[in-house]
């Protein structure tokens, strides 16, 4: 192991950070993780850095375990693990008394010691896609602990102390896609608590004390085959409020809607007035049933090439095959981005978006922009970095580059203003282009870069509360079908959140720049339904690479989301 072997072949990176007694290191990629297969393990040195507090290893298959002498790095507040092969994790982990942020996803871990609960300073764990069968107990130690990814394992249930009043500071929990048969009725000791997401579980009821968190903003609970059909409706299309008010009155036929019964059954003697209100209690469930339908349904209309001549064509040329091959687009209409907070809303999920199914946009990128200040037909290119020129977000024109420099001394002042605990959202893809001599980019027909990924969108179509056509692009170095999925995930968000704005009937906003949204036509506004357009992507000499939507794209198990082809 090459733990055993601290003087031979020393890697530049580690031999740079003892040089610089740098306090952050990333190894991250293809080139670390040949190191790691050819050396057999990370190398010895590393767990000599003693200053570290930041130190990130992702993306190395080949990275399987963890030395013990990890417990050296004792100045550490921020690990990142992920997106590895670990299969377990040391037990001297325990040791690291500084340790504010852990992160272990995307790995093959099925256990976790019972010593990470001796980190009295974690603030964020997040062990999300692994193949862990339990959580140690002793979670309540962490009584600093705000936030808990653990989604996408084989969890059949959350250990008992995860709902003690200790965990103050809990703020959001995320168990998504596992077995958990059982929500504690205990949920309501955690004072902090507002994202609670069980979605896709193996629950069959939701506790009454659940609305009795008093902070509790965003709850996820689809996917559940809930002994409550009414409420199983409820949580696959309603509001987080209407959700916990329906659990505070008890569910049906209980709460207040016992109290009224009891109150009828008073005055209701006689066997005919009985039979009546029982006819008419079971009236009134099925159009309350009926209503909740209505309520939770979602349309998302699939608009083909054929039967839209103005179609938009996005022509890829060969240089991107080395660089960034992949890119999905397509059109989106009647996303109603005028009312309230939707625009805000818009922005917020794509963002979640990004660090959850794009992994930080290490795996893919969304871009989004107004169709009409789009000039087509649109070239996905390569360009060097020194000619490839945009108007990026809130800035002026500059160089590719000029513009890489500049982010990176950002980000760099960022993490200094920060105490070096965290590498900023902006480093972290920022390395994705390290050692390209072309940038992808998308063009439009005046020769002007609208797209910069996975860096940047332009100024120049970017997306106001005015815009009623949206232009969507995802791009990937990884492969098509994650462009795909990605792209789905995004139109069916997009749906969900134009369905909370209709339902919610804000105000009108406008843009500061423009007073254009007054030209909207007004019946846009009466409802929810999106239009999805085809957009085709070609090569240089016309031939057809990609199309979406097409026949099997959009095919999701989202029970109020109708499509229709």
């Given at each position: 192991?090459?733990?055993e072997?601290?003087?031979?072949?020393?890697?530049?990176?580690?031999?740079?950070?003892?040089k610089e007694?740098r306090?952050?290191?990333v190894?991250?990629?293809?080139a670390?993780?040949?190191?790691?297969?050819?050396s057999?393990?990370?190398?010895?040195?590393?767990?000599?850095?003693?200053?570290?507090?930041y130190?990130?290893?992702?993306?190395c298959?080949?990275?399987?375990?963890?030395h013990e002498?990890?417990?050296?790095?004792?100045?550490?507040?921020?690990?990142?693990?992920c997106?590895?092969?670990?299969?377990s994790?040391?037990k001297?982990?325990?040791e690291?008394?500084?340790?504010?942020?852990?992160?272990?996803?995307?790995?093959?871990?099925?256990?976790?010691p019972?010593?990470?609960c001796?980190?009295?300073?974690?603030?964020?764990?997040?062990?999300?896609?692994?193949?862990?069968?339990?959580l140690?107990?002793g979670?309540?130690?962490c009584?600093?602990?705000a936030?808990?990814?653990?989604?996408?394992?084989?969890?059949?249930?959350?250990?008992?102390?995860?709902?003690?009043?200790?965990l103050?500071?809990?703020?959001?929990?995320?168990?998504?896609?596992?077995?958990?048969?059982?929500?504690?009725?205990?949920v309501h000791?955690?004072?902090?608590?507002?994202?609670?997401?069980?979605?896709?579980?193996?629950l069959?009821?939701?506790?009454?004390?659940?609305a009795?968190?008093?902070k509790?903003?965003?709850?996820?609970?689809?996917?559940?085959?809930l002994?409550?059909?009414?409420?199983?409706?409820?949580?696959?299309?309603?509001?987080t409020?209407?959700?916990?008010?329906?659990?505070?009155?008890?569910?049906?036929?209980?709460?207040?809607?016992?109290q009224?019964?009891?109150?009828?059954?008073?005055?209701l003697?006689?066997?005919?007035n009985?039979?009546?209100?029982k006819?008419?209690?079971?009236?009134?469930?099925?159009?309350?049933?009926?209503?909740?339908?209505e309520?939770?349904?979602?349309?998302?209309?699939?608009?083909?090439?054929?039967?839209?001549?103005?179609?938009?064509?996005?022509?890829?040329?060969?240089?991107?095959?080395?660089?960034?091959?992949?890119?999905?687009?397509?059109?989106?209409?009647?996303?109603?981005?005028?009312?309230g907070?939707a625009?805000?809303?818009?922005?917020?999920?794509?963002?979640?978006?990004?660090?959850?199914?794009c992994?930080?946009?290490?795996?893919?990128?969304?871009?989004?922009?107004?169709?009409?200040l789009?000039?087509?037909p649109?070239?996905y290119?390569?360009r060097?970095?020194d000619?490839?020129?945009?108007?990026?977000l809130?800035?002026?024109e500059?160089?590719?580059?000029?513009?890489l420099k500049?982010?990176?001394?950002?980000?760099?002042?960022?993490?200094?203003?920060?105490?070096?605990?965290?590498v900023?959202g902006?480093?972290?893809?920022?390395?994705?282009l390290?050692?390209?001599d072309?940038?992808?980019c998308?063009v439009?027909?005046?020769d002007h870069v609208?797209s910069?990924?996975?860096?940047?969108?332009?100024?120049?179509?970017?997306?106001?509360k005015?815009?009623?056509?949206?232009?969507?692009?995802v791009?990937?170095?990884?492969?098509?079908?994650?462009?795909?999925?990605v792209?789905?995930?995004?139109?069916i968000k997009?749906?969900?959140?134009?369905?909370?704005?209709?339902?919610?009937k804000?105000?009108v906003?406008?843009?500061?720049e423009?007073?254009?949204?007054?030209d909207?036509p007004?019946?846009?506004?009466?409802?929810?339904e999106?239009t999805?357009?085809?957009v085709?992507?070609v090569?240089v000499?016309?031939?057809?690479?990609v199309?979406?939507p097409?026949?099997?794209?959009?095919?999701?198990d989202?029970?109020?989301?109708?499509?229709?082809?």
């Amino acid at each position: 192991m090459a733990e055993e072997n601290s003087s031979l072949n020393i890697w530049p990176e580690i031999e740079k950070a003892e040089k610089e007694n740098r306090r952050e290191l990333v190894l991250q990629g293809s080139a670390v993780d040949k190191k790691i297969q050819s050396s057999g393990g990370l190398h010895a040195r590393l767990y000599s850095l003693s200053p570290l507090n930041y130190l990130e290893i992702s993306q190395c298959p080949s990275l399987q375990e963890i030395h013990e002498n990890i417990r050296h790095l004792s100045h550490l507040q921020s690990l990142i693990l992920c997106r590895n092969k670990l299969t377990s994790v040391p037990k001297s982990i325990g040791e690291l008394k500084a340790i504010k942020v852990l992160d272990l996803s995307v790995n093959q871990l099925q256990a976790l010691p019972e010593e990470i609960c001796a980190l009295s300073e974690l603030n964020t764990l997040n062990v999300s896609c692994n193949s862990i069968a339990a959580l140690p107990d002793g979670l309540s130690k962490c009584v600093k602990l705000a936030s808990i990814n653990v989604s996408k394992n084989a969890l059949s249930r959350l250990p008992d102390d995860l709902w003690c009043s200790s965990l103050e500071l809990l703020s959001s929990i995320i168990a998504s896609e596992n077995a958990i048969e059982e929500l504690s009725s205990e949920v309501h000791n955690l004072p902090a608590l507002k994202v609670l997401d069980l979605s896709n579980n193996k629950l069959q009821e939701l506790p009454s004390e659940l609305a009795d968190c008093p902070k509790l903003k965003e709850t996820n609970f689809k996917g559940n085959k809930l002994k409550d059909k009414r409420l199983e409706k409820m949580v696959n299309g309603c509001q987080t409020k209407s959700v916990l008010d329906y659990l505070r009155a008890g569910g049906r036929g209980k709460g207040k809607g016992k109290q009224q019964d009891g109150e009828v059954s008073e005055k209701l003697d006689g066997g005919r007035n009985i039979s009546k209100k029982k006819s008419g209690a079971k009236q009134k469930g099925k159009q309350e049933a009926e209503e909740v339908d209505e309520l939770n349904r979602m349309v998302v209309r699939v608009l083909h090439v054929s039967k839209a001549p103005t179609a938009v064509t996005v022509k890829v040329s060969a240089g991107v095959k080395d660089v960034r091959p992949y890119i999905v687009c397509c059109i989106v209409k009647g996303m109603n981005l005028r009312q309230g907070n939707a625009l805000k809303r818009f922005l917020v999920a794509q963002t979640k978006l990004h660090d959850e199914i794009c992994a930080k946009r290490t795996t893919a990128t969304i871009a989004t922009h107004d169709l009409g200040l789009l000039k087509a037909p649109l070239l996905y290119d390569a360009r060097p970095p020194d000619t490839l020129k945009i108007v990026p977000l809130g800035r002026k024109e500059m160089k590719a580059a000029e513009l890489l420099k500049m982010l990176q001394e950002e980000a760099d002042e960022q993490r200094k203003q920060k105490k070096r605990q965290n590498v900023s959202g902006l480093h972290k893809y920022l390395q994705l282009l390290d050692g390209k001599d072309l940038y992808p980019c998308l063009v439009d027909t005046e020769d002007h870069v609208v797209s910069f990924p996975p860096i940047t969108n332009s100024e120049r179509t970017k997306i106001k509360k005015s815009t009623q056509e949206l232009f969507l692009e995802v791009t990937s170095s990884t492969g098509l079908q994650i462009c795909k999925d990605v792209m789905d995930a995004l139109i069916i968000k997009m749906a969900e959140l134009n369905k909370l704005t209709f339902d919610a009937k804000e105000d009108v906003g406008s843009d500061e720049e423009t007073d254009v949204i007054s030209d909207r036509p007004a019946e846009d506004l009466a409802s929810p339904e999106l239009t999805v357009l085809q957009v085709k992507v070609v090569d240089v000499d016309g031939n057809l690479k990609v199309v979406y939507p097409s026949k099997t794209d959009l095919m999701s198990d989202v029970s109020n989301l109708t499509v229709i082809r």
